[in-house]
């Protein structure tokens, strides 16, 4: 079967290649899943440069996201039936023909779904939904947001609105402002106006800003945290532009204001299955009723993974990047 694996640790668009391996056979506790479609996310590409918090052994495979369909089940599975189809977001090596998955790693699709969806719905949507449910907010509550025109960022700004959860999104230039107002997300605000901050206070109004997601790192942190309200949280999430935060110890000391992080896979491996069917269930009725949109870019053969790794970071990409065999 084609396999995409990597010898060296690099550019991905250099260091990863198709290769002929043996069809894998599924252990105990383990499924067989033919690959339909699977989503390139950014620490995929992040894992194969070694610079993610995951580091394979060389050579290794690589991607994490995929539907697909039941092909064969290992000793011990109940629960699954050969040709179902199925989701999974936390399964390292999909990005092949077949690969080999938990049996507990994998979340039937419903009828209805399709593939495009069901291929990006685990992780990102999951991981968005995730944040939102552990920032402690009520309804009527204000937060903000930076990389607000990226994947995750406009998961939240879906998904907070059916709990009454107001967002303020930042973006990086004003023509971000515009395409997410296309995709019918208002709230965003770009720094790159003299006047941002006020933007964002006459947005507020009198109400407190409680939560700060910061995905970029640098100066943007400082950024966000200087729009909190007293008692505020500061969440990192990324670091699309800097490993460092710049924050300002003022803004710490006197607004009283908590920094942490926030990791989607330590979170969910961790989170109880009463709450992971409760948030899946809410990511599905979503996807239902039209508030969750999950767009496609573009799809790439396995054999082009070069070309679908540098896709994946062309400015102005309004969907994912996905593979198919």
Do not use: C
Not at 143 to 171: E, Y
Not at 176 to 184: C, N, P, R
Not at 227 to 234: D, I, K, R
Not at 242 to 249: A, D, E, H, L, Y
């Amino acid at each position: 079967m084609r396999t995409i694996l990597h010898a060296e640790f690099g550019d991905p668009a250099s260091v990863l290649s198709v290769s002929d391996t043996d069809l894998p056979e599924p252990g105990a506790g383990e499924v067989r899943v033919r690959l339909i479609l699977s989503p390139i996310h950014n620490h995929d590409l992040w894992t194969v440069r070694g610079t993610y918090g995951f580091k394979p052994a060389l050579p290794a495979k690589a991607g994490t996201e995929a539907v697909g369909v039941v092909d064969a089940l290992g000793d011990g599975v109940e629960g699954l039936a050969v040709g179902q189809r199925v989701a999974t977001g936390g399964t390292f090596g999909v990005w092949a023909e077949h690969f080999i998955a938990k049996a507990a790693a994998l979340i039937p699709v419903p009828e209805g779904v399709a593939d495009e969806v069901a291929a990006q719905l685990v992780s990102m949507p999951f991981s968005a939904i995730s944040l939102l449910d552990s920032l402690g907010l009520s309804a009527g509550d204000w937060m903000i947001q930076n990389a607000a025109n990226g994947a995750v960022g406009r998961l939240v700004a879906q998904l907070a609105p059916a709990r009454g959860i107001h967002v303020i999104g930042l973006v990086r230039r004003a023509d971000g402002v515009s395409e997410l107002a296309d995709a019918g997300i208002d709230h965003v605000v770009s720094t790159d106006a003299d006047d941002w901050q006020d933007q964002v206070r006459a947005l507020a109004g009198d109400a407190p800003i409680k939560v700060g997601i910061d995905s970029v790192g640098g100066d943007a942190s400082g950024d966000v945290l200087s729009m909190l309200a007293e008692n505020g949280t500061l969440i990192s999430f990324g670091a699309m532009a800097s490993p460092t935060m710049n924050i300002s110890s003022g803004d710490v000391i006197f607004k009283q204001a908590t920094v942490k992080g926030f990791w989607g896979s330590k979170v969910s491996q961790t989170m109880a299955a009463e709450d992971r069917r409760r948030l899946m269930g809410e990511l599905l009725a979503r996807v239902v009723d039209g508030t969750l949109a999950l767009p496609v870019e573009a799809i790439y053969p396995l054999e082009e993974i070069g070309a679908a790794a540098n896709a994946n970071f062309e400015p102005g990409r309004a969907g994912k990047i996905l593979l198919k065999p």
